[in-house]
């Protein structure tokens, strides 16, 4: 073996000395970058072929412990994804890096780790819901062969060294000039496969639709109802200042006209529905606040709109629910699932399939084109987003959230929140006002107090009442002193019941205790 080893290790490994170690690593992570270029520019132009990279994360995502999945939302916010995409990046670097290494010595053996790391890419991208096989395979192996060719090539314009002397340098700027053609490649393809991937386009969609006219319209805002207190939050959030909490790392991209919602499961006549026959049924306009059971006591994942839908009463009507179907499950077309108890969607007449948000088509990250939207419940048992079937289950199936630590049932807690001052603020001394929200959806809310330092609980002035499912504004004028003060606030329901001062954390069912925040008050 000795011989023709040695022979075809120099006839492999591009006269391997002579490439140094950083150009090997720079031309594997040129490789890489290219070839995943080349694949995400596929994936955005091709409806079968998942984005290998968005593979990656969601298989992280989905195979991590529900506690570090918790904790990472809980450091990171709704910046969960650009870390994770930006730690994805890393490691594809460092291995196209690792790999451009490996190749100088064998370039085979090179070749052969790029290879294995975009099977790994491939066999993510094939547990993707929306996935063809045959296609995505293909596509991984289109973008290994890139890689590999990009990489041989670069090793080899690596090889020739200029001579000693330094009296030619042209083989060395053909390393660079090839270096800096790769790299331009990989960034167009990356450019192109975020306006490939259709937002653009979807843009231009949502903004031809036009909402029905409900049949039952929310009623007019009456005077009053909004405050409008400098840095309270507005009665209505406007649509791109809504919280946005969802597992997707790339927001779903879906065309109405090939979208559909399946009505399945325990039912005597399941059927499915386009978005034109949506829209052409009976809507209804209902103001409906919507948290997260991941909202800390005092934090931003809650928000009210005016949501525009078709009552999931009517959808289950036309069905049929057959005795036993105690779950409703809402799946997304990106694979999530959420479920709350059949009832609650027969009950509460506001539980819609949602198409508008605030007098616009749903935004795309709220779940264009359709969503679901129930009063009372926290989003991860009841709001799924991209909605493609409602289906109807016994009590046993879980969605999502369930296995991963929280609570199956997730009715949404009373709650209030101070706004201004803001925590951990300055204001001068004087009159200044105290403001806020608090909500208990499907309750309403009936009074908010406020307890300045330990001085007695205060009766807040509340904002106009607009709907029981919609939270309320509360307003205390202060004389503040100069010096620090502790405010606390608590809300009492429609059914006359106390917030609760009970410090729990958000898991497994909703935080709860009362918010506080300390001011400095200037004098
Ligand atoms: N498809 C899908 N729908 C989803 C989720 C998700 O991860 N995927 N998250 C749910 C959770 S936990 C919440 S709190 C709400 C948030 O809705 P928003 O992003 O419109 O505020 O969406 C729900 N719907
Ligand atoms: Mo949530």
Known sequence: ??????????????????????????????????????????????????????????????????????????????????????????????????????????????????????ALGVAAGLAAPDASPVPTVLT?????????????????????????????T???????????????????GGVGAWFLGGRERLTELRAAIRLPVPVRPAGPVPPGADLEVPGLTPLFVPNDE????DTALRVPIIDPADWQLEIRGMVDEPFTITYDELMAMPQIEADITLTCVSNEVGGDLVGNARWQGVPLRALLERAGVQAGATQLLGRSVDGF??????????????????????????????????????????????ATKWLSAIEL????????????????????????????????????????PIAGVAWAPTRGIEGVEVRIDDGPWQQAELAERLDVDCWRQWYLPWDATPGVHVI??????????????EQLPVAPDGATGYPVIEVVVEG
């Open 1 to 118: 073996m000795g011989e023709p080893r040695l022979v075809e290790r120099s006839r492999d490994d591009h006269a391997a000395q002579r490439v140094t170690a950083d150009r090997a690593a720079l031309s594997g992570l040129l490789a890489a970058a290219t070839g995943i270029a080349v694949v995400e520019l596929v994936a955005s132009a091709v409806g079968a072929v998942p984005s290998l990279v968005i593979s990656v994360g969601d298989t992280v995502i989905d195979s991590v412990p529900g506690w570090l999945e918790r904790a990472a939302i809980a450091a990171l916010g709704t910046n969960d994804k650009p870390v994770l995409l930006a730690c994805i990046a890393l490691v594809a670097a460092l291995l196209g890096a690792a790999t451009g290494r490996l190749a100088r010595r064998r370039f085979l053996l090179g070749a052969v780790a790029f290879v294995l790391i975009t």
């Open 140 to 168: 991984g192996a289109l973008g290994a062969a890139v890689g590999v060719a990009v990489l041989y090539r670069l090793l080899a314009a690596a090889a020739e060294e200029p001579p000693a002397d330094g009296s030619s």
């Open 170 to 188: 042209t083989d060395r700027r053909s390393f660079l000039l090839l270096a800096a053609g790769a790299a331009s490649v990989a960034v167009a």
């Open 242 to 245: 809504f919280y946005r909490i």
């Open 337 to 382: 699932t959420a479920g709350f108890p059949t009832l609650t969607a027969l009950d509460v007449e506001e539980a819609m399939v949602a198409v508008g948000m605030n007098g616009e088509p749903l935004p795309t990250e709220h779940g264009f084109p359709a969503r679901l939207v129930v009063p009372g419940l926290y989003g991860y048992v009841s």
């Open 393 to 432: 289950t016994d009590w046993d199936v879980d969605g999502y959230w369930i296995p991963r630590g929280w609570a199956k049932e997730g009715p949404i807690k009373t709650a209030s929140r101070i706004d201004v001052p803001r925590l951990g603020g300055t204001v001068p001394a004087g009159r200044q």
């Open 488 to 501: 606390a606030a608590r809300a009492t329901d429609g059914l006359g019941e106390l917030q609760t001062d």
